[in-house]
């Protein structure tokens, strides 16, 4: 009974009250870490304060607690149980119907190539017609073409903007998700908000034991950034020549991914532990999107670039990308 009451006070009361430094530090080195952290200071009125004590936060560490106290899972497991849960239960369906939108925008372009050659010569003959300077039939060709377009997107229900659905929600998610971490990693004054500090600090694993403090040995920061890399690469490896948006684009990834690495560092573990696994769920929804029958079971229609060997192809373009060529 005791368990299930501190779980009905927490969805009740938010955590207010926040410290900035992990327990234990001294003045000296909590100003050093201050001053390195990614995240910035909750100064009065600030932008982090603000976000910290915004309700969606509030929502992820009374959620957080729930699901901690109610299976009886260690800290550690609790926050991979988290992040596989909204990884599956939220951005996985948001995948798949990112998935069909893209395969619907892949089948159309045969139709648009063909629409616009059409349109293409039909302004042509009109401008001859008129008198139209080059300048205005592209003007022409332009605006109707983007009408078509537009009708076609409209008739398949299939808008570009749909595809970029699952960002919108991933991220978001992502940011409320690590800052309650954070909030519960670094306690505060209220005595229930430092009873989880308490058991952070000894709810980890393996040489991540205590929760509340960065991963000193980096081995949670480094296979992020591996991870994060392997995601980039199996994306790129869709298409073995790039265009130059395309590998601009892959590059800052790239970057980032490794940007990613000191940033971890410097955050509580169980910060570092939930984006592990948070990227860990996004690679293997990736390849699962990947399976012909997964992609049949969503009803995902069946594109030109499908392939009913993709996991064969993956090995095979990594091959011939990094190892045979020339």
């Given at each position: 009974?005791?368990?299930?009451r501190?779980?009905?006070?927490?969805?009740?009361?938010p955590?207010?009250?926040?410290?900035?430094?992990?327990?234990?530090?001294?003045?000296?080195?909590?100003?050093?870490?201050?001053?390195?952290?990614?995240?910035?200071?909750?100064?009065?009125?600030?932008?982090?304060?603000?976000?910290?004590?915004?309700?969606?936060?509030?929502?992820?560490?009374?959620?957080?607690?729930?699901?901690?106290?109610?299976?009886?899972?260690?800290?550690?497991?609790?926050?991979v149980?988290?992040?596989?849960?909204?990884r599956?239960?939220?951005?996985?369906?948001?995948?798949?119907?990112?998935?069909?939108?893209?395969?619907?925008?892949?089948?159309?372009?045969?139709?648009?190539?063909?629409?616009?050659?059409?349109?293409?010569?039909?302004?042509?003959?009109?401008?001859?017609?008129?008198?139209?300077?080059?300048?205005?039939?592209r003007?022409?060709?332009?605006?109707?073409m983007?009408?078509?377009?537009?009708?076609?997107?409209?008739?398949?229900?299939?808008?570009p903007?749909?595809?970029s659905?699952?960002?919108?929600?991933?991220?978001p998610?992502?940011?409320?998700?690590?800052?309650?971490?954070?909030?519960?990693?670094?306690?505060?004054?209220d005595?229930?908000?430092?009873?989880?500090?308490?058991?952070?600090?000894?709810?980890?694993?393996?040489?991540?034991?205590?929760?509340?403090?960065?991963?000193?040995?980096?081995?949670?920061?480094?296979?992020?950034?591996?991870?994060?890399?392997?995601?980039?690469?199996?994306?790129?490896?869709?298409?073995?020549?790039?265009?130059?948006?395309?590998?601009?684009?892959?590059?800052?990834?790239?970057?980032?991914?490794?940007?990613?690495?000191?940033?971890?560092?410097?955050?509580?573990?169980?910060?570092?532990?939930?984006?592990?696994?948070?990227?860990?769920?996004?690679?293997?929804?990736?390849?699962?999107?990947?399976?012909?029958?997964?992609?049949?079971?969503?009803?995902?229609?069946?594109?030109?670039?499908?392939?009913?060997?993709?996991?064969?192809?993956?090995?095979?373009?990594?091959?011939?990308k990094?190892?045979?060529k020339?």
């Amino acid at each position: 009974m005791w368990r299930w009451r501190r779980v009905g006070q927490a969805l009740q009361r938010p955590l207010r009250e926040r410290l900035l430094l992990p327990p234990g530090w001294g003045p000296r080195a909590g100003a050093a870490a201050a001053a390195a952290s990614p995240l910035p200071s909750a100064s009065p009125g600030g932008l982090y304060e603000a976000l910290a004590e915004s309700a969606p936060v509030h929502w992820a560490e009374s959620g957080l607690v729930a699901l901690q106290a109610g299976t009886g899972l260690p800290w550690w497991l609790s926050i991979v149980c988290a992040g596989a849960a909204l990884r599956t239960g939220l951005t996985l369906p948001l995948a798949a119907h990112q998935g069909h939108v893209l395969a619907k925008l892949e089948n159309l372009q045969p139709e648009i190539e063909n629409l616009a050659k059409r349109l293409r010569y039909e302004v042509s003959i009109r401008g001859k017609q008129l008198g139209w300077s080059e300048k205005v039939a592209r003007f022409h060709f332009r605006k109707n073409m983007g009408r078509i377009v537009s009708e076609l997107y409209v008739r398949d229900n299939c808008h570009p903007f749909k595809a970029s659905l699952l960002m919108w929600i991933q991220i978001p998610v992502w940011v409320f998700v690590s800052i309650a971490l954070r909030n519960c990693s670094v306690g505060a004054a209220d005595s229930e908000v430092l009873a989880v500090q308490e058991q952070l600090s000894t709810g980890g694993t393996l040489w991540f034991t205590d929760l509340t403090v960065p991963d000193t040995t980096w081995i949670l920061p480094v296979s992020l950034g591996l991870l994060n890399l392997l995601i980039v690469e199996i994306f790129a490896l869709r298409k073995l020549e790039l265009s130059r948006f395309q590998k601009y684009a892959t590059n800052f990834i790239r970057g980032l991914s490794i940007l990613m690495v000191p940033i971890a560092a410097t955050v509580p573990s169980s910060m570092a532990l939930y984006w592990l696994f948070s990227s860990f769920m996004g690679l293997s929804h990736n390849l699962l999107l990947r399976s012909p029958t997964f992609r049949r079971l969503c009803r995902i229609p069946r594109t030109k670039s499908d392939s009913d060997t993709p996991y064969r192809d993956i090995v095979s373009a990594f091959y011939t990308k990094y190892f045979f060529k020339k």
